[in-house]
Nanobody, 117 residues
Framework: QVQLVESGGGSVQAGGSLRLSCAVY????????MGWSRQAPGKEREGIAT????????TYGESVKGRFTVSQDNAKNTLYLQMNSLKPEDTAMYYC??????????WGQGTQVSVSS
């Protein structure tokens, strides 16, 4: 059974940085498509970054482009999200997801990020 476990969330002041991690357990097949989404209270879930190891490509949402960087360590089965220049509007629950063929099959439980002004 595949499990995704996020960590690294917390509270930070505006302008600060955090690095989220997503450890993947129970993988018996390739999960070439991985990414991060977030959901703020009262708002819909927003996809913010993807990484596709089959295509060697990454994508970012406009709200985080230039500030966030997605990466992965295949040897450790871990996905990362480096978040710099954080803003109060980045406050949300952050989720990692994994799958293949451009679609997610598995989701983590989330890690909370709070940014104060």
């Amino acid at each position: 059974q595949v499990q995704l476990v996020e960590s690294g969330g917390g509270s930070v002041q505006a302008g600060g940085s955090l690095r989220l991690s997503c450890a993947v357990y129970g993988v018996t097949h390739s999960l070439a498509f991985m990414g991060w989404s977030r959901q703020a209270p009262g708002k819909e879930r927003e996809g913010i970054a993807t990484i596709d190891s089959d295509r060697g490509s990454t994508t970012y949402g406009e709200s985080v482009k230039g500030r966030f960087t997605v990466s992965q360590d295949n040897a450790k089965n871990t996905l990362y999200l480096q978040m710099n220049s954080l803003k109060p509007e980045d406050t949300a629950m952050y989720y990692c997801a994994a799958g293949w063929n451009g679609q997610y099959q598995y989701w983590g439980q989330g890690t909370q990020v709070s940014v104060s002004s």
